[in-house]
Structures are given as structure tokens and as C-alpha cells.
């Protein structure tokens, strides 16, 4: 069960509008980090990601297990969505 939903994005990434839209379409909450906007949080987002790039998407599970999902990679998000 997802407690949380968190997508680290820039303005210029094609990915992470993707994200946004699927989970826009899904009705699933989640709260957006634009790392335009707040360049203080890239650094979380290169430690939870392993380097630099977005879309980084971030579930938090009601166990409080939190999961990575870096780009847009519905094979890993969708099962962690369920």
C-alpha cells in the first residue's frame, strides 16, 4: 500500500512529464521537487538515484519501505503503484 508518492523533476525533461501524466491519469497523489525550482534538493535526489537524472521517482510504502524508480520505467513503478 502507498503511503507516499515524491517525483524529483526539471523543466526540461521530456521523462518526467511522462511520469506526471501517468500518474496524473492513475489518480495517484504525489508531491513534485523541481529541481529548477529547488536546486538545494538535487543532491537527495543524486543519492537516492545514484547521478544525476530525472525523472527520480520515489514510493513510499505504508511500512515505510521506500523504493526508487529512476526514468520512466513503468515496469518497476506500476508494481510498486498496486
Do not use: W
Not at 7 to 25: E, G, I, P, R
Not at 63 to 78: A, E, K, Q
Request: net charge positive; aromatic share 6%.
Amino acid at each position: 500500500m502507498v503511503k507516499n508518492v515524491t517525483v524529483f523533476t526539471t523543466n526540461q525533461c521530456a521523462y518526467c512529464h511522462m511520469v506526471k501524466k501517468y500518474l496524473d491519469n492513475k489518480n495517484i497523489k504525489y508531491d513534485e521537487v523541481n529541481l529548477d525550482n529547488q536546486p538545494n534538493r538535487r543532491q537527495e535526489a543524486i543519492s537516492l538515484s545514484g547521478g544525476m537524472t530525472v525523472p527520480v521517482t520515489l514510493v513510499t510504502q505504508h511500512d515505510d519501505s521506500r523504493h526508487v524508480v529512476v526514468g520512466f520505467n513503468l515496469s518497476s513503478l506500476v508494481p510498486l503503484l498496486a
